[in-house]
């Protein structure tokens, strides 16, 4: 009865080259973020989606983008992964924010954990 | 922006005490404080949550105040077990800036 599931769980990747994650979700939800999350510090959000309205933060890297097909299924893309780029890569999701008890909690996924050689 | 401010960054207590763990916000239109608690390697849980329209919830062992005068809410777990050990992170949303912005969390060891 998973909610949101994120493929592969563990993914190692060489330095340049690049790499998908993937995140699906049976919530329904309207949004879907993706958050990096390395070792001892909060997750940091790199852009979320409103339905398929892209919404990217100041300061994501260029290097990062995300792609949205359809509402169950988000992508984060890594063009030319760093070694900075070793981190936790957590995917959640949230109901559009309406009027109502529910809005605004966000579940996360397990999380890919990206190795950078 | 909107900042969130988590003290103290690791507690140590003994079982079968409480821990308590403070944060505060700066954006006075937030109206939603979730609390997260992330066990190693894994994701991060919603464990309680608290809406701007109430001061106080609680879910058996654990409970969350609001102070929306001070701008402060904190996280109480009573009667801590081995089991409570994690890193805890507070959250802010509904600000201006319309996400969820983070505490930079607290590492809870509750030795037996």
């Known amino acids: 009865d998973a909610m949101v599931i994120q493929n592969p769980r563990y993914q190692v990747t060489q330095f340049g080259k690049p790499v998908t994650l993937s995140c699906s979700q049976t919530?329904?939800?309207?949004?879907m973020y993706w958050y990096q999350q390395k070792s001892s510090q909060a997750p940091k959000l790199l852009f979320h989606?409103?339905?398929?309205?892209?919404?990217n933060e100041a300061d994501t890297p260029d290097n990062f983008q995300s792609r949205r097909p359809n509402t169950s299924f988000c992508f984060l893309d890594i063009r030319s992964p760093g070694l900075g780029d070793a981190a936790m890569y957590l995917c959640?999701?949230?109901?559009?924010?309406?009027?109502?008890?529910?809005?605004?909690?966000?579940?996360f996924g397990p999380g890919t954990r990206l190795t950078v050689l | 922006g909107e900042n969130v401010e988590q003290h103290p960054s690791t507690l140590s207590v003994q079982e079968g005490d409480s821990a308590v763990i403070k944060c505060t916000y700066s954006d006075s239109a937030s109206n939603y404080f979730p609390w997260y608690k992330q066990e190693l390697g894994k994701r991060p849980q919603l464990i309680i949550d608290?809406?701007?329209?109430?001061g106080e919830k609680k879910d058996q062992r654990i409970a969350v105040t609001l102070n929306k005068t001070a701008k402060h809410f904190s996280l109480h777990i009573t009667e801590t077990q081995p089991e409570d050990s994690a890193v805890y992170f507070c959250?802010?949303?509904?600000?201006?800036?319309?996400?969820?912005?983070f505490g930079k969390g607290t590492k809870l060891s509750v030795k037996p």
């Open positions: 919530l329904n939800h309207n949004v």
């Open positions: 959640a999701t949230s109901r559009l924010r309406t009027s109502g008890t529910e809005r605004d909690t966000q579940y």
């Open positions: 989606y409103y339905d398929k309205d892209f919404n």
């Open positions: 959250a802010s949303h509904g600000g201006s800036q319309g996400n969820l912005i």
């Open positions: 608290i809406r701007s329209n109430v």
